[in-house]
């Protein structure tokens, strides 16, 4: 299963790219597909967010995206920095009191708001001060009602025009004399299609936790548990607890850091919005059950053995170990787009640390290389013949929690 958007450039008076605005997609056919725009929103930004990344998608430059009044009152613009993002609220969107105040509080947060496909109406007025751009389509839009918009906004000197769907050399210049600030359109570039493989969560431990997040004395052991038997949430996990949004870069060990990091709040718009998006539950299922082998055998090492201090953090290594297979890209990538702790990634790019021999242990017990094994095991100060308990152990754990996913 893959992501997939579109990315139209948006330019200024120079020609010089300032942002770009990400249309979803659902293939590589460069057309909408047939949902609403909610749920639009919903899958682009849980794509971006978990999967490819908005610095993959945009070049480091602001990311474009179109908002409903669904998925601002849900806060899903506040899941991105406020540098990443640009929040155009949808031409479908009527002026109101609800949209005004969500409007109101994204301003206040810092966020560039932009009013996109724009239809005159004085109502709008009220939102002017709150409001970045105006987008106006150059196809549909005749010059006196461009006049006009320029009229109203006149007192507003915090608003600039942004040109769209400038097809021609002629429509280029018409708004430049018009007085634009920015351009966008097919004169420029079409949308391009990027696609990259996605991990959808489990709908059953999504249902799960929504239902533990949604008491008030949230149950922190259980939410991990949870998270911990699904190696694609927990990598989603990660990504958004490293999003610009949080403005940190604290390293993390292990899962239960990353929620209490993340927090109640933040977990619950998380978790809304991977339901929201409804993915499939389509999953390389060897890859998620060795994963999740991998992990309880690494932390059955630690508990039983080097009782380390968080034995979590040789569980996440272990879950970690093959997400270079699930995500058909690099460890080096994958690991640059994590917050773990240095041990870990040590691990699993140099090969260096308790958590490495535990890894290449386990590698070669699955292997069926038992002299490898036993060395591997005698280096670590381990008995090796309690190593088929704990692997047997790790296959029965994992397929409990496989059970309970109902995969």
Same mark, same amino acid.
């Given at each position: 299963?893959?992501?997939? &958007?579109?990315?139209?450039p ?7 790219l300032?942002g ?5 997609r659902d293939?590589?056919?460069n ?7 909610s ?10 967010q ?37 929040v ?10 609800r949209?005004?105040?969500?409007v109101q509080?994204?301003k206040?947060?810092g966020?560039t708001i932009?009013?996109d496909?724009?239809?005159h109406q004085?109502?709008?007025? *009220?939102?002017?001060?709150?409001i970045d ?18 009229? &109203?906004?006149?007192?507003?000197k915090?608003?600039?025009l942004v &040109?769209?769907?400038?097809?021609t *050399?002629?429509?280029?210049q018409?708004a430049l004399?018009?007085?634009?600030s920015?351009f ?22 999504l249902?799960?936790?929504l ?17 911990e038997?699904?190696v694609?949430?927990?990598y989603?996990?990660l990504?958004?607890s490293?999003?610009? &949004?949080?403005?940190?870069r604290?390293?993390?060990?292990t ?13 619950k718009?998380?978790l809304?919005l991977l339901?929201?998006?409804?993915v499939?539950?389509e999953?390389?299922l060897?890859?998620?059950?060795l ?10 090492l630690?508990?039983? *053995? *080097?009782?380390l ?11 970690m170990s ?13 690991m640059s ?8 990634k ?6 260096e640390g308790l ?6 242990l ?17 280096q ?18 994992c397929?409990q929690?496989?059970e309970?996913?109902?995969?």
């Amino acid at each position: 299963m893959y992501f997939y &958007a579109a990315r139209q450039p948006i330019l200024n008076k120079n020609k010089e790219l300032v942002g770009y605005e990400l249309l979803f997609r659902d293939g590589l056919d460069n057309v909408f597909p047939e949902i609403d725009g909610s749920e639009a929103t919903s899958r682009l930004i849980e794509g971006s967010q978990f999967n490819f990344g908005l610095e993959d998608l945009t070049d480091n430059k602001p990311a474009y995206i179109n908002f409903t009044l669904e998925t601002l009152l849900k806060g899903y613009p506040t899941m991105m920095g406020r540098e990443q993002l640009v929040v155009e609220i949808l031409e479908t969107v009527q002026p109101g009191k609800r949209l005004l105040g969500a409007v109101q509080d994204l301003k206040a947060k810092g966020y560039t708001i932009v009013l996109d496909d724009y239809q005159h109406q004085k109502v709008w007025r *009220h939102f002017y001060p709150f409001i970045d751009q105006i987008k106006i389509d150059m196809l549909t839009t005749d010059v006196a009602t461009i006049e006009e918009i320029k009229e &109203a906004i006149a007192p507003f000197k915090n608003i600039e025009l942004v &040109a769209e769907k400038v097809e021609t *050399h002629e429509q280029y210049q018409q708004a430049l004399e018009l007085g634009f600030s920015y351009f966008q359109g097919f004169f420029f570039a079409k949308p391009e299609v990027v696609q990259s493989k996605t991990l959808p969560p489990s709908e059953m431990a999504l249902a799960e936790l929504l239902y533990e997040t949604s008491s008030v004395d949230v149950d922190l052991k259980r939410i991990t548990q949870v998270f911990e038997r699904d190696v694609n949430l927990s990598y989603k996990l990660l990504r958004y607890s490293n999003s610009a &949004a949080f403005k940190r870069r604290a390293e993390i060990s292990t899962i239960k850091q990353a929620l209490v990091v993340l927090g109640n709040q933040e977990l619950k718009k998380f978790l809304s919005l991977l339901f929201a998006s409804q993915v499939s539950s389509e999953k390389p299922l060897e890859l998620v059950r060795l994963s999740l082998t991998r992990a309880r055998f690494a932390e059955l090492l630690a508990i039983k *053995h *080097h009782k380390l201090k968080d034995t979590g953090m040789a569980f996440l290594a272990g879950m970690m170990s093959l997400m270079d297979a699930i995500l058909d890209e690099s460890m080096e990538s994958v690991m640059s787009k994590l917050p773990l702790a240095i041990e870990i990634k040590d691990a699993l790019l140099k090969q260096e640390g308790l958590l490495a021999s535990y890894l290449t242990l386990i590698k070669l017990y699955e292997q069926a290389d038992w002299q490898g094994a036993n060395e591997a095991a005698k280096q670590l100060s381990l008995d090796p013949d309690l190593l088929p308990d704990y692997y047997h152990e790790a296959l029965q754990w994992c397929d409990q929690q496989m059970e309970v996913m109902a995969i």
